[in-house]
T-cell receptor
Framework: DADVTQTPRNRITKTGKRIMLECSQT?????MYWYRQDPGLGLRLIYY???????NKGEISDGYSVSRQAQAKFSLSLESAIPNQTALYFC????????????????FGEGSRLTVL | AQSVTQLGSHVSVSEGALVLLRCNYS??????LFWYVQYPNQGLQLLLK??????LVKGINGFEAEFKKSETSFHLTKPSAHMSDAAEYFC???????????FGTGTRLQVFP
């Protein structure tokens, strides 16, 4: 089983609909992230959470909200989807310990492809 | 502010040829640097990372990268391309003591027989 699991993997929806993308992890990491990938733009950070009570905006948070339900779960919501939110969304986790073996590394889910018509 | 520039959105090589994917970074403090690979319909997988140990970093699948502070570069190389190397490659930078990564725009590698 994957360490970072995203659901759904694919979703087609209509403009104005509310959409939730879910992420769960079994790595035991405190830190979780949501990125968006668009062709030619790379990955851009939407929101990140360093623990259940610590949630922060990334560079493109407008139109999105998040919820950290537990250490292992981090969901991304689009309250009213619009076509330019059509993208591939990635959840990631990290284990931040200075000089630890995984220092700085992000572990990614397989992505959720969202199409807004 | 940190940033990453990947030169060339597409690179094509013949099987067996040298692979060179370019990455330059901007950071006001010594950075951590990463290369990730994304195969079709998959998430990102770490290829290698530089976190202040040896400047020549060896990764998986025969890839390596060299941190050159004077050139602010972290180019990815592989001596001999294989068909299975066809993928998109992302360079990323983060400040030390933080794991907020800033990604480049990616380079798609095509390998021809």
């Amino acid at each position: 089983d994957a360490d970072v699991t995203q659901t759904p993997r694919n979703r087609i929806t209509k403009t104005g609909k509310r959409i939730m993308l879910e992420c769960s992890q079994t790595k035991g990491h405190d830190r979780m992230y949501w990125y968006r990938q668009d062709p030619g733009l790379g990955l851009r950070l939407i929101y990140y959470s360093f623990d259940v009570k610590d949630i922060n905006k990334g560079e493109i948070s407008d139109g999105y909200s998040v919820s950290r339900q537990a250490q292992a779960k981090f969901s991304l919501s689009l309250e009213s989807a619009i076509p330019n939110q059509t993208a591939l969304y990635f959840c990631a986790t990290s284990d931040f310990r200075i000089a630890g073996p995984d220092t700085g590394e992000l572990f990614f889910g397989e992505g959720s492809r969202l199409t807004v018509l | 502010a940190q940033s990453v520039t990947q030169l060339g959105s597409h690179v094509s090589v013949s099987e067996g040829a040298l692979v060179l994917l370019r990455c330059n970074y901007s950071s006001s403090v010594p950075p951590y640097l990463f290369w990730y690979v994304q195969y079709p319909n998959q998430g990102l997988q770490l290829l290698l990372k530089y976190t202040s140990a040896a400047t020549l970093v060896k990764g998986i699948n025969g890839f390596e990268a060299e941190f050159k502070k004077s050139e602010t570069s972290f180019h990815l190389t592989k001596p001999s391309a294989h068909m299975s190397d066809a993928a998109e490659y992302f360079c990323a930078v983060s400040e030390r003591n933080t794991d907020k990564l800033i990604f480049g725009t990616g380079t798609r590698l095509q390998v021809f027989p």
